[in-house]
């Protein structure tokens, strides 16, 4: 009991911060809008529709999974800013396990990052994507196991860094890379094999894939179809979340 209580106390601290902050929601939905209307609109222009699709609809699922990459990376911050305040050291001390500290701030992140996402999937009309009502459903819950996986990843390195400087250095170094090698701007058969190869170890790889799966179905096809099935996409979000936590569980308490 209580260590639900502290995922609960942890998962409703974020949340509450990040609501309070409103510079913070604002530009967190404004970026993916950004790449989507400016850079898609301008990459548009450049790149003629392939197997029916325009591009700005190709990347749709790309923008929602740096939606994701983004939110759930950062929000691994909170540990640095609770280490550098003391926050983290009343944590410590309350009588709970340390893989439930690390639950709450995976869930925390998983939370604010499906709230983003909800919040861009709305605009799937202006885009001229037709979604029914149970791929909606399928494309949040996708996004949320998707998220749980990267917050868990940013986790892990979130434990080996004590200051904001260090970590955002890192951070920026993992991000880019993580998220131009995911299929996310321009598919993955069309990169050079040594990148392709690079790409299957990269979890928002099979995050984005997914989304593609969900969203298209059968509508991509060519060089747009997605790359992998949907049973093999989710068995590597799950398993790469189980892999995190275990790893998050296993350094912060060795650490702390």
Same mark, same amino acid.
């Given at each position: ?57 190709? =990347? ?7 939606? =994701? ?104 170094? =993992? ?82």
């Amino acid at each position: 009991m209580n260590d639900l209580n502290a995922i609960y106390v942890i998962v409703m601290r974020e949340l509450k911060k990040f609501v309070r902050e409103k510079s913070r929601l604002v530009s967190s939905i404004a970026r993916p809008l950004i790449w989507l209307f400016l850079v898609g609109a301008g990459m548009s222009r450049l790149v003629s529709p392939r197997a029916g699709m325009p591009y700005t609809r190709f =990347i749709f699922p790309g923008i929602l999974g740096m939606t =994701i990459l983004f939110s759930s990376i950062f929000s691994s911050i909170s540990i640095i800013w609770d280490k550098e305040f003391g926050f983290l050291k009343e944590i410590l001390v309350a009588p709970v396990r340390r893989s439930s500290i690390v639950m709450g701030k995976a869930l925390s992140g998983t939370a604010v990052s499906t709230i983003q996402v909800f919040i861009v999937l709305m605009v799937f009309p202006v885009i001229g994507v037709r979604l029914s009502f149970f791929q909606i459903i399928s494309t949040l819950v996708v996004s949320l196991l998707v998220a749980f996986s990267i917050s868990s990843f940013g986790i892990v390195i979130a434990t080996f860094y004590e200051n904001y400087e260090s970590f955002s250095v890192i951070m920026n170094f =993992i991000i880019m890379p993580m998220f131009f090698l995911s299929g996310a701007m321009y598919p993955l058969k069309l990169l050079p094999s040594a990148l392709r190869w690079a790409s299957r170890f990269n979890p928002l790889t099979y995050g984005v894939d997914a989304l593609k799966n969900t969203m298209f179905q059968a509508q991509a096809a060519g060089p747009l179809a997605p790359d992998f099935s949907f049973q093999a996409d989710m068995l590597v979000i799950v398993l790469s979340s189980v892999v995190f936590v275990l790893l998050a569980s296993f350094f912060f308490e060795r650490r702390q």
